[in-house]
């Protein structure tokens, strides 16, 4: 897949990691899969529709509100610099956010369900995370 990219490919990598209960990586590749896609039926648009619903349900997903280039961390771990254009998707738990940008950071801990969506906050040393309605699909 690292070598063609190929949302055919995509698509079938989601489907076989729903089967393993590897919900994040399934609703990264079918989400790709579906934006990606090019002259697919009905019933195949709605199937992987009803799989990305599935592996959604199974994850939390964390939307940032941070100053534009700011590195952010997720547990420790960075998971890119803000702006994303989706969601980061985690497993449903506890964690510790920062962003950092400039020598300065700002951090908070969130609590995210299985299928929940929470919107975090990191602004000007401060931070706070504030739940939203449903995710955006």
């Given amino acids: 897949y690292k070598l063609f990219g190929h949302w055919q490919i995509a698509g079938t990598l ?3 990691a729903l089967k ?3 919900h994040i990586e399934a609703a990264e590749r079918i989400s790709q899969f579906l934006r990606q896609a090019q002259g697919l039926s009905e019933a195949e648009r709605t199937e992987k529709q009803k799989q990305l619903a599935e592996a959604m349900s199974k994850v ?3 939307a ?3 100053a534009p280039g700011s590195e952010i961390f997720v547990g420790g771990k960075s998971v890119g610099k803000a702006p994303f254009s989706t969601d980061v998707l985690v497993e449903p738990g506890g ?3 920062e962003a950092k940008k400039a020598g300065e950071s700002a ?5 995210v369900g299985a299928g929940k969506r929470e919107v975090v906050k990191l602004r000007d040393g ?3 995370a504030d739940r939203s309605g449903p995710r955006r699909g």
């Fill in 64 to 66: 940032f509100e941070v």
């Fill in 95 to 97: 964690y510790d956010v």
């Fill in 107 to 111: 951090k908070a801990t969130v609590q």
């Fill in 60 to 62: 939390g997903a964390l």
């Fill in 126 to 128: 401060g931070a706070g």
């Fill in 14 to 16: 989601g489907s076989v």
């Fill in 20 to 22: 393993l209960g590897k």
